[in-house]
Structure formats: structure tokens, C-alpha cells
């Protein structure tokens, strides 16, 4: 059964720092393709970064270039976003989702943890 437990938001200033875990069940991190979104009020919900099943490769969106790493420990089956540099409109509630490769079942399926929120203010 597959499960995604997002944790690590919270209130930040601006300039600070967060890192955000999801924690994954009944899978492993390392062979899906896991992304972190986000959703701000009155948004639509936006891809932030993603990395590969595969080599690990990483993509990030514009927004968050130099400032956002996202990264995966196998030994703890997490997926981590690093957020530094925290500005007032990456205020939003942050998403993991895990996609299983072609080569895999389930191929085609996206599974959502609930969220967890991050507000930068001063």
C-alpha cells in the first residue's frame, strides 16, 4: 500500500530555511520518480522540482533554481526538499508525489501524500 507522509513545514522569515521530508511506504523512493509541488491560495497547484528513477537526474522549476534542492535517501525510503533563501511567495502548501516508471506496475498512476504547509512571513 502505498503511502506519502509530507513533514518539516512551518513559519519561516524570509531569507530563512526549511527542509521538507516525505516519508514513503509500501515502495521505494529510489526506483519512482518523485516530485514536490506546491499550492498557494487562490493558485494553481505548480511543479517545483523533480528527480528521476533512474540516475537520479533533477529538474527544477525557474522559481526555485539556486535555491531549492531536492534530494532521496534510500536507507530512510524519504524524499527531502531543501529550501533556502525562503521568499514571501513560496508561502504554500507543499506536495510529494511518487510516479511509478514504466517498467514497474502501476505505471501511469501518481500518488499524493496530503501536504504539508510553509509560510514565510515576517
Known amino acids: 500500500q502505498v503511502q506519502l507522509v509530507e513533514s518539516g513545514g512551518g513559519l519561516v522569515q524570509p531569507g530563512g530555511s526549511l527542509r521538507l521530508s516525505c516519508a514513503a511506504s509500501?515502495?521505494?523512493?529510489?526506483?519512482?520518480?518523485m516530485s514536490w509541488y506546491r499550492q498557494a491560495p487562490g493558485k494553481e497547484r505548480e511543479l517545483v522540482a523533480v528527480?528521476?528513477?533512474?540516475?537520479?537526474?533533477?529538474n527544477y522549476a525557474d522559481f526555485v533554481k539556486g535555491r531549492f534542492t531536492i534530494s532521496r535517501d534510500n536507507a530512510k525510503n524519504t524524499l527531502y526538499l531543501q529550501m533556502n533563501s525562503l521568499k514571501l511567495e513560496d508561502t504554500a502548501v507543499y506536495y510529494c508525489?511518487?510516479?511509478?516508471?514504466?517498467?514497474?506496475?502501476?505505471?501511469?498512476?501518481?500518488?499524493w501524500g496530503k501536504g504539508t504547509l510553509v509560510t514565510v512571513s515576517s
Open positions: 508525489k511518487a510516479s511509478p516508471p514504466p517498467w514497474l506496475p502501476h505505471y501511469g498512476m501518481n500518488y
Open positions: 528527480i528521476t528513477s533512474d540516475d537520479g537526474t533533477t
Open positions: 509500501g515502495f521505494t523512493v529510489i526506483r519512482y520518480a
